[in-house]
């Protein structure tokens, strides 16, 4: 059975920084794609960034842009995310996910992906 356990969360000043951890784990484990998503309160899920596990190629939604940088270390079986200059909007609750062999197209939705995290509160103060 496939596990994603996050970590790295915590409460951090706006303009800050947090570097998030997903370790994946299972004998099974195989992916093509994995990305990160965030839920605040009372909003859906939001497609934060995504990377292609064989080519590493990347991509990001429009509030992160040029602040986040997701990444990976495929012989850990690890991705993480770097968030800088964070804002209070970022507070959310950010969710690791993996799927089992999708289009690379498909990684804004939520739907694509089979694996999911518990999450981690990022919470950013003004």
């Known amino acids: 059975q496939v596990q994603l356990v996050e970590s790295g969360g915590g409460l951090v000043q706006a303009g800050g920084s947090l570097r998030l951890s997903c370790a994946a784990s299972g004998r099974s484990f195989r992916t093509n794609n994995m990305g990160w998503f965030r839920q605040a309160p009372g909003k859906g899920r939001e497609f934060v960034a995504g990377?292609?596990?064989?080519?590493?190629?990347?991509d990001y939604g429009d509030s992160v842009k040029g602040r986040f940088t997701i990444s990976r270390d495929s012989t850990k079986n690890m991705v993480y995310l770097q968030m800088n200059s964070l804002r209070p909007e970022d507070t959310a609750v950010y969710y690791c996910a993996a799927d089992r062999g999708t289009n690379w197209s498909r990684r804004f939705y939520s739907t694509a992906y089979d694996y999911w995290g518990q999450g981690t509160q990022v919470t950013v103060s003004s």
């Open positions: 990377i292609n596990w064989v080519s590493d190629r990347t």
